[in-house]
């Protein structure tokens, strides 16, 4: 019915920038709001961005001013722009994202990507 694909992680050298994509396929009516959660090698998962349908944004205190959360409506697509990387933000990437189906219940069910590895590193 509903998957989330993630897309964008890798390695790159502190300082630099990577773009992580999220898209819905399947039965998709509308997606609502879109969290990039993070875990991190002996950490908790932590909540790193989110964006409403309304495009209210929160950030985490580490990311702030450094990453931002983007959506793309028409391409059922949730962003996480991150620039200035550090060595801290090495962690597997989630997407999380609520998504309004075209079959029963029509209503919106939350959803998780696969997760993508992002390494930050000389």
């Known amino acids: 019915q509903v998957e989330l694909v993630e897309s964008g992680g890798g390695l790159v050298q502190p300082g630099g920038s990577l773009r992580l994509s999220c898209a819905a396929s399947?039965?998709?009516?509308?997606?609502?709001?879109v969290a990039w959660y993070r875990q991190a090698p002996g950490k908790q998962r932590e909540l790193v961005a989110s964006?409403?349908?309304?495009?209210?944004?929160n950030y985490g205190d580490s990311v702030w001013g450094r990453f931002t959360i983007s959506r793309d409506n028409a391409k059922n697509t949730g962003y996480l722009q991150m620039n200035s990387l550090k060595p801290d933000d090495t962690a597997v990437y989630y997407c999380?994202?609520?998504?309004?189906?075209?079959?029963?219940?029509?209503?919106?069910?939350?959803?998780w990507g696969q997760g993508t590895q992002v390494t930050v590193s000389s």
């Open positions: 399947g039965s998709v009516a509308s997606i609502g709001t």
């Open positions: 964006i409403a349908p309304d495009y209210t944004t």
């Open positions: 999380a994202m609520g998504v309004t189906t075209t079959s029963p219940p029509w209503r919106s069910h939350n959803y």
